[in-house]
């Protein structure tokens, strides 16, 4: 199981996520401000949006993150990278 901690304390399963895209696209598709606006209405969204550079969307959430796409990429294949090192140090001592 993965997680990636996606800033404001908040930490997530990678499986989980749907998509990221950067918050200033959020205002220039009304489509996009639509949805926003809805999950922000319904309470399914997680982190402020005044100081968001990211939004992460889940099955059942929409969060607000402060770190930026690449930010959040660097975090998942760092720890992509270290469970991978696990797994190579298991079968390691397993030969």
């Known amino acids: 199981k993965m997680f990636i901690h996606i ?5 997530i399963r990678t499986r989980d996520i749907i998509t990221i895209i950067d918050y ?3 205002s220039s598709s009304i489509i996009m401000e639509e949805m926003i606006d809805n999950i922000l209405a319904q309470g ?4 402020k949006t005044s100081h968001a550079k990211s939004v ?3 099955d059942y959430h929409i969060y607000f993150s402060s770190l930026s796409i690449p930010t959040l990429q660097k975090r998942s294949s760092i720890r992509a990278m270290v469970e991978n090192i696990d797994e190579l140090q298991l079968n390691e001592d397993n030969d």
Not at 7 to 11: F, H, S, Y
Not at 44 to 47: H, L, N, V
């Open 7 to 11: 800033g404001n304390g908040d930490v």
């Open 44 to 47: 399914k969204s997680i982190g």
């Open 24 to 26: 200033k696209l959020v």
């Open 56 to 58: 992460i969307i889940t």
